[in-house]
C-alpha cells in the first residue's frame, strides 16, 4: 500500500536558517511520482515540484531544493535562507502510475520568524 | 489557462442542514476531478474523484456523495450534516486525454463549518 510519512509537524526556524522538510513513502509501484506542495494560511495548495521515480537527480529552484533518494524511500525539501514568507504547511504527496489517486502526508507546519 | 473555481468560500450550516459544494474548471476538457478534505490542523484526505461525466469513485464511506452533471463541474452533495463535516474542502483537477499531466492543481477551497 501507498504512503506518505512527514514526521516533522511543525518546525520553528529564525529568517535566514536554512530548514530541511522530510518526507518518506512507501510504495510497492516501480513507477511513481512524488510532488511537494506548500498551503499558505490562505488555504489553496499551491504546488512546487513534481519528480518521477526514474529521475533521482536532484533539483534546485532558486532558495528551493530537492534531494530524492530511492535507496531511502525519501524525498526531501530544503529551504535556503528561510524567509517569513515561506510559513506555510508544506505537504509531500505520492501518485499511482496512472495518476488517478494521490497520496498526501499530513504535512509539516513551517514558521519562519523574523 | 486553466483556472478552477469553488463556491461558496465560506459556509455555515446547522446539523442536519443539506450540503451542495461546486467545483468548475475552466480551460480544460475532460479532467480528472478530486475532492479532499482537510479537518482542522490536519493532512488532506481524498473524498472522490471522477475520471469523467457520471463517473465517481468514493474514497470513504461517510454523510457525503458527489455527482459530476457536466465535464467540467464537480458538487459535493450530503443531505444530512453532522458536526464532523465540519472542515475545509478542496477541490483538485488533473488534465486527461491529449492534455494529459501527472500534477493536480488545486482550487480555493471552501470552509464549512457545521454547529
Known amino acids: 500500500a501507498q504512503k506518505v510519512t512527514q514526521a516533522q509537524t511543525e518546525i520553528s526556524v529564525v529568517e535566514k536558517e536554512d530548514v530541511t522538510l522530510d518526507c518518506v513513502y512507501e510504495?510497492?509501484?516501480?513507477?511513481?511520482?512524488l510532488f511537494w506542495y506548500k498551503q499558505p494560511p490562505s488555504g489553496e495548495l499551491v504546488f512546487l515540484i513534481r519528480?518521477?521515480?526514474?529521475?533521482?537527480q536532484n533539483e534546485i529552484s532558486g532558495r528551493y531544493s530537492w534531494n530524492f533518494q530511492k535507496s531511502t524511500s525519501s524525498f526531501n525539501f530544503t529551504i535556503t535562507a528561510s524567509q517569513v514568507v515561506d510559513s506555510a504547511v508544506y505537504f509531500c504527496?505520492?501518485?499511482?502510475?496512472?495518476?488517478?489517486?494521490?497520496?498526501f502526508g499530513s504535512g509539516t507546519k513551517l514558521n519562519v520568524k523574523p | 489557462s486553466q483556472t478552477i473555481h469553488q463556491w461558496p468560500a465560506t459556509l455555515v450550516q446547522p446539523v442536519g442542514s443539506p450540503l451542495s459544494l461546486e467545483c468548475t474548471v475552466e480551460?480544460?476538457?475532460?479532467?480528472?476531478l478530486y475532492w479532499y478534505r482537510q479537518a482542522a490542523g490536519r493532512g488532506l484526505q481524498l473524498l472522490f474523484y471522477?475520471?469523467?461525466?457520471?463517473?465517481i469513485s468514493s474514497e470513504v464511506p461517510q454523510n457525503l456523495s458527489a455527482s459530476r452533471p457536466q465535464d467540467r463541474q464537480f458538487i459535493l452533495s450530503s443531505k444530512k450534516l453532522l458536526l464532523s463535516d465540519s472542515g475545509f474542502y478542496l477541490c483538485?483537477?488533473?488534465?486527461?486525454?491529449?492534455?494529459?499531466?501527472?500534477?493536480?492543481?488545486f482550487g480555493p477551497g471552501t470552509r464549512l463549518t457545521v454547529l
Open positions: 510504495t510497492r509501484d516501480t513507477t511513481y511520482y
Open positions: 504527496a505520492l501518485s499511482e502510475y496512472n495518476f488517478n489517486k494521490f497520496y
Open positions: 519528480r518521477n521515480s526514474f529521475d533521482e
Open positions: 471522477s475520471v469523467g461525466i457520471g463517473q
Open positions: 483538485a483537477w488533473r488534465a486527461g486525454g491529449r492534455d494529459f499531466t501527472d500534477t493536480q492543481y
Open positions: 480551460g480544460t476538457s475532460n479532467p480528472n
